[in-house]
């Protein structure tokens, strides 16, 4: 079919975004560079969906249902594409193209504003900003639902279509439960700048009841304690509730790596304000993991900051200099983005490959978590050092305070580093847990690339 001439400039900047995403995501687990967390989370409960049965996580605990952690059932959408293709691969080939999808209404925006050579340059700047190859690089996530909306909803509020906008951003209440933050921003801005009082306002109310419902009654009835767990970083404590707001100052890191590659252009525009939100429960959080340019929170503040940025140009006087602002944009993301890493596994890595295969499908095996994304399309995974023995002892090498039996599922199988990287629990006692393995009955079946893997046959 022949697409028509105006709605190619939307699609010209797609293929390079897909290309780059994938070529910094797939080869990564190639060279078995993903982990169980966050990679082999996201799959096992795919994998649910995709079955038709609970989304259970096992890398989280026994019988975890992956609801009890983030109210994330838009994850289901992917179900279909996973019952084909059943690996973690798919997750990783899907957020590439979630993520190139938001591309052309961001980059639609921008030549219909812009004019088709500084609006493609727009689009392809914001496809290769740093936001998004973030996330990429660092396994998958269920915000790569997000992203195509955020970048629908907020091209709907810079075109002054005010329902789209609320219709495009509903669906985030289905995506993860703070991305009504998101939703509050489209009602608000509907409310305050669109003037459609009534319409502005039922997204308000949608967002805040949404959150209420999912923090409240749902996630909790899903949760094995019947909490949400999150709610403590959250938490007020007794200091400066502004110092905890603005201070460190690595926070304002955060927003000046957020608005710079779009020149400051993005702080033109009222749209700009859909971020406060959004930056302000990550700022007010007592984990330094939410105020940095790492992992994979900024990706949806990525379409935001972009369309605000164009917005921006649009309402500028015209002058010659602004007519290579998008070439500039593109300029820093090109000199911002990595360079992929096509190489291909190793010897070392066939060899893992070839240990790991020792573990029959449809196992229960613990595994380190850098080996659980390795084994979580076959095999019922959870994360050593956490398990019960199937004798209905549990594993060593833990504090007492980490025995609870509610996070240790059982397993026969037992995939393990002969180096372990710290996490879930140090080194040390991931090494004594290690140690205990062969006094509960197990003995190495195998071994290599600095790999071992246990089989439970007591007796033996």
Known sequence: MRIPFRVRPCLLPVVPVV????????????????????????????????YLERPVVTLKGAGFVQLGDHFSPALAVLAPFYRLWPAPETLLVAQSLLFALSVVPVTG??????????????????????????????????IALAVPLVACATVALARGRWRAAVCWALPLLLVKEDQSLLLAGVGGYVLLVGRRRGLGAAGLAAAVLGTLLTVLVLIPAANPIGTYAYGATAAPDDGDPLSRLLLPVDKWWTVGAIVAPTLLLALRSPLALLMVLPLAARFWSANPAYWSTGWHYNAVLMPIVFVAAIDGLRRLPRRPSLRVAPAAMLAVALLAAPVPDLSGPGPDILTARQVLAT????????????????LTSRC?????????????????????DDRSPLFRPVAEWAATLDTPDG??????????????????????????????????????
């Open 109 to 142: 925006l921008a030549v219909q504003w812009l004019g088709r050579a500084r609006g493609v340059a727009a689009g392809l700047a914001y496809g290769l900003s740093w936001g998004l190859w973030q996330a990429s690089v660092f396994d998958f996530h269920e």
């Open 359 to 374: 573990v029959p499908d449809g196992a229960r095996v613990a595994a380190a978590n850098r080996l659980a994304p390795q």
């Open 423 to 460: 996490f879930p629990a140090p080194a040390p006692a991931d090494l004594t847990a290690q140690a205990a393995l062969p006094t509960a009955g197990y003995r190495p079946v195998a071994h290599g690339a600095g790999i071992t893997i246990w089989h439970w046959e007591p007796g033996h």
């Open 380 to 400: 019922t995974v959870s994360l050593f050092p956490f398990l019960t023995f199937p004798d209905g002892t549990g594993s060593t090498g833990l504090s007492p």
């Open 19 to 50: 290309l780059f995403q994938l070529a910094l995501s797939v080869p990564r687990h190639w060279r078995m560079q993903t982990s169980g967390f966050d990679l082999g989370i996201f799959e096992e409960a795919v994998r649910g969906y995709a």
